[in-house]
């Protein structure tokens, strides 16, 4: 062994010392023993922990405000708020001044300095009102009116008080007359907001939804609709997809409002389910077809005393849904009109194949249905079960907004009838909702809405672009 090898086990080594009195002495044999690591271990942790605790944040720079600064910031505070006080005095004073700072300031200042005869007065906050001052108020009173006589309030009779009201004052203020105020949902949310509204649903079931395996359900779909096209040579005009939606007679939407706090109150109208069934359908190539609407009743008594276009087929159900009966007429009145007619527009065979997309519905999977469809030479093909909002074309491109086309006719004939309602200075905000008085306007709302949405080609055809439909004639 060499002399230095020796010379380790008799020199002993000095190491660093630790800053802290309290850390372990690596020069300490006990130290180093209770540590159970080599002193060159225990010399690295001690800078470690000396570097870590050394990094305390520096305590920061505190201002003295005296007396006349402090009631001057807190009235300021008062008047316009904490938020408009923090910006305007770290503008001023050119340092920063936190919100809490303010708030014990005015905490301060009005323990200890207001009295009976100092009246602060704040500011009105917030954005100005949309519709101004004095109209804001007149459609409040207007929406107080109607729940006291409890009538519903949401956000489509709120847009008609309003636009009834503006009509009778002042039509010019209106964006559609070139004035600055566009009415839409936001501005009736705020209005409701503001009055200290809440929403009030009722509930539903809950909804099935499909499971992990969804792109494999839809790759199967549509590669049932790609083997039909290309097994028959089917153009896009001859892919169909029809569906039923439920249409309320008062189309105001599900949603009513009611005072955050109140008790439960009977509200005329919120429980109403005065419904018909459209069913509504569309070519993939965006030709909107004529629709079936269904009545509730037994007789043609229950249709409405209107006259609706000749190729709409007007009939009704006890229920006013969907049967077996009422789907087999209207494969005879509509669809199959239409491809005998879309046929011989494109110079095809008579029994050139069509293909038929619907949904799982019971009246849809009739033996008697499907026969009939197969003698017409139209193939159908079911969209797999809780699918429809994601491959139903007409749930995703048409449905919704027909629905809210019909709330814009709805909401345009309310603000007609508020605004000849203070003309005539009736006092009263309510209106005849009878049935017998109802239907031939909303079969009016009906064939208005068909007529926009029929002009609307791409909005029609997004529903089979977003399903995938499309990508079967690639």
Not at 66 to 77: G, M, T
Not at 180 to 194: G, P, Y
Not at 370 to 375: A, E, G, M, R
Not at 430 to 449: C, E, G, N, Q
Request: aromatic fraction near 8%; charged fraction near 25%.
């Amino acid at each position: 062994m060499s002399s230095f090898g020796i010379r380790r086990y008799f020199v002993q080594k000095n190491y660093t010392p630790p800053s802290d009195p309290f850390q372990p002495d690596p020069n300490n044999q006990d130290d180093v023993d209770r540590c159970g690591i080599s002193p060159e271990a225990l010399v690295s942790i001690n800078e470690a922990v000396s570097v870590t605790t050394s990094r305390k944040r520096k305590r920061g720079s505190y201002q003295n405000y005296d007396d006349e600064q402090k009631k001057k910031i807190a009235r300021y505070a008062i008047m316009n708020g904490n938020a408009n006080a923090v910006r305007h005095f770290t503008k001023q004073l050119e340092r920063p001044i936190n919100e809490s700072t303010i708030r014990g300031m005015k905490k301060w200042y009005t323990k200890n300095v207001v009295n009976n005869t100092e009246n602060i007065a704040p500011t009105t906050r917030g954005r100005p009102l949309l519709l101004g001052k004095e109209l804001d108020l007149k459609v409040q009173t207007y929406i107080k009116q109607l729940r006291l006589k409890g009538g519903v309030v949401n956000t489509s009779i709120v847009l008609g008080i309003a636009k009834g009201l503006i009509l009778s004052e002042n039509r010019s203020l209106l964006s559609e007359f070139g004035g600055h105020i566009e009415l839409n949902k936001e501005l009736a949310r705020s209005l409701l907001r503001h009055m200290g509204y809440v929403k009030r649903k009722g509930t539903k079931a809950a909804k099935k939804t499909v499971g992990d395996d969804f792109e494999e359900i839809k790759a199967e779909f549509l590669q049932r609709i790609r083997a039909a096209i290309a097994e028959h040579n089917i153009p896009p005009q001859l892919v169909i997809n029809w569906d039923q939606t439920g249409i309320s007679i008062i189309p105001a939407g599900e949603w009513t409002m009611e005072l955050e706090g109140s008790s439960q109150v009977p509200i005329s109208g919120l429980n109403d389910k005065r419904q018909i069934t459209a069913v509504f359908a569309c070519s993939s190539d965006g030709h909107f077809i004529p629709p079936q609407l269904l009545y509730q009743g037994k007789t043609d008594r229950c249709h409405p005393s209107y006259t609706f276009p000749p190729s709409w087929d007007i009939h009704h159900t006890e229920s006013h849904w969907s049967t077996e009966d009422s789907m087999l007429r209207y494969v005879e009145k509509v669809i199959v009109p239409y491809v005998e007619e879309t046929r011989a527009s494109l110079q095809l065979p008579a029994d050139q194949k069509a293909v038929a997309v619907f949904d799982i519905y019971k009246a849809h999977r009739t033996n008697s249905l499907l026969q009939k469809l197969n003698d017409h030479n139209i193939c159908p093909i079911f969209v797999p079960a809780s699918c429809t909002d994601r491959l139903q074309p007409m749930d995703l491109s048409v449905n919704k907004v027909f629905k809210d086309l019909l709330k814009s006719e709805f909401q345009t004939w309310y603000a007609e009838k508020v605004c000849a309602s203070l003309s005539e200075d009736s006092g009263d905000p309510t209106f005849d909702m009878k049935l017998s008085y109802l239907k031939p306007i909303h079969a009016r709302w009906l064939v208005s809405a068909v007529q926009e949405l029929s002009r609307r080609k791409e909005q029609l055809c997004s529903g089979f672009r977003e399903s995938g439909i499309l990508s079967c004639f690639v």
